[in-house]
């Protein structure tokens, strides 16, 4: 006993030691320098400067304050309406904002007739619009979001017919758009500048979208970046909801793109490319994302100039953004769906995915084909380690044995130990490795059907009709059959209990801890809670990953029984 206390003594201060190690460590090889912290406050005031640069007007948008509802604030003003297969909407004459859009093809809930109304008009509470213009220094008169424009020739925007609306000022300037759509989600607003005064005037073409609130169903969830991503050339920074209402952030480049992106679904600015830029996000009362052209035009009396803003505005679907990605020639485009550090294994599997449900015209039967060709991928690194694990579970009663003769002789317990290890050529480790392993296709798969909107009310078989959303059964009504609903976070689904049960059966065929010292009763008591505690903790996670976990578990138990019972042991 008193052997004992002194190795757990050893280990305490083992454990000090290497967490002292690691400050250290990290202090010498991996914190900034004082030169680099000093450079970090040289980069946040040179950001204040681009903000606060006057080589650029500054963009002025007014806004109401009051509030009313989304029909009569489309009742407000005249209207240019617009549709394709997808979408449809409008855009108001008075201010020229396109502030009414809704996805055709897209309900807001599983039992819902009603689409997805993605932009609405910035009188409402949900107020969400797109605009583009022109700012000056001069003191002439731009278009603003009281102005009223005039409409010259159709009045309906289709995808092969694209309108225009102009606006002429007291001095001569005549501003118009010409806005197209094509069969999906793209926009593109050519903007013309006709100087018919006397004067020279420079403009300064700008893009903004505006913002009254964050959407409903805003997931924040650290895996998942919901709000700005800022594209320009080589520098890629992603800026949260909450990080703009505290500071503003500015970002200069020649080529690149503004996403403003929810879970599903985006907006975006993508400038002209070649030409300097500045892109702008802040937030009072409202949140405000902008574009500006720093270069500008130099307008002398009796020219014209051109400039062309592209959108996307709608829907975040991985193979049309990959088709944009390829029409545009913009080569982040693709990076709407933020996939993160694991991008590299999302994108194929994904493939795969698609895949399998082109050829099975169901997503969970994809899922679960996925699951087995991840498991024929893995197939010989699971079957070393569960070899190793079926010949630990049977070296039991030999590891015992073991125990009880050295149980005051720690050393020689641990050589007998490594000797039988030997002798059945066992690697406690090696059953660790493929489970490591798979951990990042696990995460990637998970975000996978957290991003993939394809997922979104894709149905599986009986219940199971959104494997995006977690399983809609709960086991404490016996999965519907007794007539009351349970508070949220007892609504524990049939497919988390198949899968707690299938990973408990799992542990079962696996090595337990053995001995009866206070360390490995706490080691079999935690063994025996995990599976409770996972299909606790996992609930709430999408059935489509609960799926994939189930088929995971089932598969792994096949294959270690079979192992099992071909082993044998040497004493």
């Known amino acids: 006993e008193g052997r004992q206390k002194i190795m757990d003594l050893k280990n305490i201060i083992a454990a000090i030691a290497l967490s002292a190690a690691v400050i250290v460590l990290y202090g010498l090889f991996f914190a900034p320098t004082q030169e680099e912290i000093d450079n970090l406050s040289q980069n946040e005031n040179k950001k204040e400067e681009i903000i606060n640069n006057m080589d650029a007007p500054s963009i002025e948008e007014n806004v109401p304050d009051n509030v ?231 307008t002398r009396s009796n020219s014209v100039v051109e400039h062309s803003v592209n959108s996307l505005i709608g829907a975040k679907e991985i193979n049309q953004i990959n088709r944009y990605k390829e029409e545009l020639k913009i080569e982040k485009l693709d990076l709407i769906v933020n996939y993160g550090v694991l991008y590299f294994i999302i994108v194929p599997m994904h493939k795969i995915l698609s895949y399998f449900f082109n050829f099975t015209g169901n997503y969970g039967y994809a899922i679960i084909l996925l699951t087995i060709l991840v498991r024929i991928v893995f197939f010989p690194l699971n079957q070393y380690s569960m070899k190793s694990m079926g010949k630990m579970k049977s070296l039991g009663p030999e590891i015992e044995n073991l125990k009880s003769r050295f149980k005051d002789d720690k050393q020689q317990l641990q050589k007998e130990m490594m000797k039988l290890y030997k002798v059945n050529g066992v690697n406690p480790a090696s059953s660790c490795f493929p489970i490591l392993i798979q951990i990042p296709i696990f995460f990637s798969l998970y975000k996978l059907l957290l991003l993939d909107l394809a997922m979104r009310h894709s149905p599986f078989i009986w219940v199971w009709q959104d494997l995006s959303a977690k399983d809609p059964l709960t086991i404490f009504n016996l999965f519907g059959l007794l007539p009351f609903g349970v508070p949220s976070f007892l609504e524990i689904g049939l497919l988390p209990v198949l899968m707690g049960s299938s990973m408990w059966l799992q542990m079962k065929l696996s090595p337990q801890p053995s001995g009866s010292d206070d360390m490995q009763k706490m080691q079999k008591k935690i063994f025996m809670f995990m599976p409770l505690f996972l299909t606790v903790i996992l609930a709430p996670f999408a059935a489509g990953l609960i799926l994939y976990w189930v088929c995971t578990n089932i598969l792994t138990i096949i294959q270690q029984y079979i192992i099992n019972k071909s082993i044998t042991v040497k004493s």
């Open 68 to 298: 009313i509802s989304r029909d009569d604030a489309i009742k407000e003003s005249s209207r240019i309406f617009f549709e394709n297969e997808f979408i449809k909407g409008s855009i108001s004459l008075t201010g020229g904002a396109i502030d009414d859009l809704e996805l055709k093809i897209y309900n807001q809930t599983l039992d819902s007739k009603d689409k997805i109304q993605l932009l609405n008009p910035i009188s409402t509470n949900k107020g969400y619009t797109f605009n583009t213009g022109w700012a000056t220094k001069s003191g002439i008169e731009t278009p603003n979001s009281k102005t009223v424009w005039k409409i010259d020739g159709s009045n309906k925007l289709t995808t092969n017919n694209p309108i225009k609306i102009y606006f002429e000022n007291n001095s001569g300037i005549r501003f118009e758009r010409i806005i197209s759509i094509d069969e999906k989600y793209l926009f593109n607003i050519r903007q013309v500048l006709i100087n018919k005064s006397e004067k020279s005037i420079k403009f300064y073409p700008y893009a903004i979208i505006n913002r009254n609130n964050l959407p409903s169903d805003l997931t924040d969830f650290y895996i998942l970046h919901e709000g700005y991503t800022l594209i320009s050339d080589e520098k890629l920074e992603e800026v949260d909801y909450d990080d703009v209402i505290e500071k503003k952030y500015s970002s200069e480049g020649t080529s690149g793109m503004l996403i403003q992106g929810d879970k599903y679904w985006m907006t975006s600015i993508i400038p002209e490319q070649g030409r300097k830029f500045r892109f702008d996000l802040d937030y009072k009362d409202k949140y405000r994302a902008s574009y500006i052209d720093l270069k500008g035009y130099e």
